[in-house]
């Protein structure tokens, strides 16, 4: 079982920046890989950036490739998105979500393990 966090959502303006948060805690993390999701209202899930644990590989959707980052702190358990360049369409719940393989994966329904979301908010 693996329990997932997440902290750092708030409201930013257009063309500022957020750091996401999550905690992970509960079995080993060796072969797991850690999504980031988000999910606006009225619309589906989507997959916004995913690494490997403990570290190395990272993928992302189109729509933020060199906008966001994702990293690790394999001492403090926890996975991190940072966000540069923020625009309105951003705004949405984000989700970190967690399952045990080895390749990356962006289909939400492929993640076992889920945190409780955190609100983003771009005001224009």
């Known amino acids: 079982q693996v329990q997932l966090v997440e902290s750092g959502g708030g409201l930013v303006q257009a063309g500022g920046s957020l750091r996401l948060s999550c905690a992970a805690s509960?079995?080993?993390?060796?072969?797991?890989?850690m999504g980031w999701f988000r999910q606006a209202p009225g619309k589906e899930r989507e997959f916004v950036a995913v690494?490997?644990?403990?570290?190395?590989?990272?993928d992302y959707a189109d729509s933020v490739k060199g906008r966001f980052t994702v990293s690790r702190d394999t001492a403090k358990n926890t996975v991190y998105l940072q966000m540069n360049s923020l625009k309105p369409e951003d705004t949405a719940i984000y989700y970190c979500?967690?399952?045990?393989?080895?390749?990356?994966?962006?289909?939400?329904?492929?993640?076992?393990?889920w945190g409780q979301g955190t609100q983003v908010t771009v005001a224009s």
């Open positions: 979500a967690a399952r045990q393989t080895f390749v990356l994966h962006s289909d939400p329904a492929s993640y076992r393990y």
């Open positions: 509960g079995r080993a993390f060796s072969s797991l890989i």
């Open positions: 690494t490997n644990w403990p570290g190395g590989r990272t």
